[in-house]
């Protein structure tokens, strides 16, 4: 079970720090359009469709990777005062309740969604625009891939740990 995780864990790292590296180009379109803007009183609509699609494939992309770092949200009121067992517990039941459907949904959703854009072509409606949302559009089906990697991982270990009984196996 652990070996699986692992093996999903360094597929999720490896894709968050891919995608992580984004940040830098998005940092430098942000300050070339303020630069351009405010500036010279220029403004390009495909620098700002491109600020965009950076945060946004940053946003699913790295999803997997803040639940494989325990970085989700969580109200821990009462969670940080349980066992390790009890937690497990309720991780389990939160990401088979609530994430697993939710990612279900997401993907039944958005599928049609994005095949019609690929069907398509879908570019901006902007003139200037970036002609690729078709591409933009298959990120709602990559964060269903990414989050449900994590969260298959993220259950396995819990279910090791309800096994185990919260022990550390080496």
């Given at each position: 079970?652990?070996?699986i995780a692992d093996m999903i864990d360094?597929?999720?790292v490896l894709v968050g720090k891919?995608?992580?590296c984004l940040m830098i180009p998005l940092v430098l379109l942000v300050f070339a359009n303020a630069v351009l803007r405010?500036?010279?009183g220029l403004g390009h609509v495909w620098l700002f469709e491109a600020i965009g699609y950076c945060f946004a494939i940053l946003a699913?992309?790295?999803a997997g990777w803040a639940m494989k770092e325990n970085e989700h949200v969580r109200v821990d009121i009462f969670y940080s005062m349980m066992s390790r067992r009890k937690k497990a517990i309720i991780d389990i039941l939160g990401t088979v309740f609530f994430i697993g459907p939710f990612l279900w949904l997401m993907w039944d959703r958005s599928?049609?969604?994005v095949q019609r854009s690929w069907k398509t072509r879908e570019g901006?409606?902007?003139?200037?625009g970036i002609p690729y949302v078709w591409l933009l559009k298959t990120c709602?089906?990559?964060f269903c891939v990414v989050l449900g990697l994590a969260a298959i991982a993220f259950v396995l270990r819990a279910l090791n740990d309800v096994i185990t009984g919260g022990e550390d196996t080496p």
């Open positions: 079970m652990l070996l360094r597929i999720t891919v995608l992580a405010y500036v010279f699913v992309g790295l599928l049609p969604y901006s409606m902007e003139i200037s709602l089906l990559m």
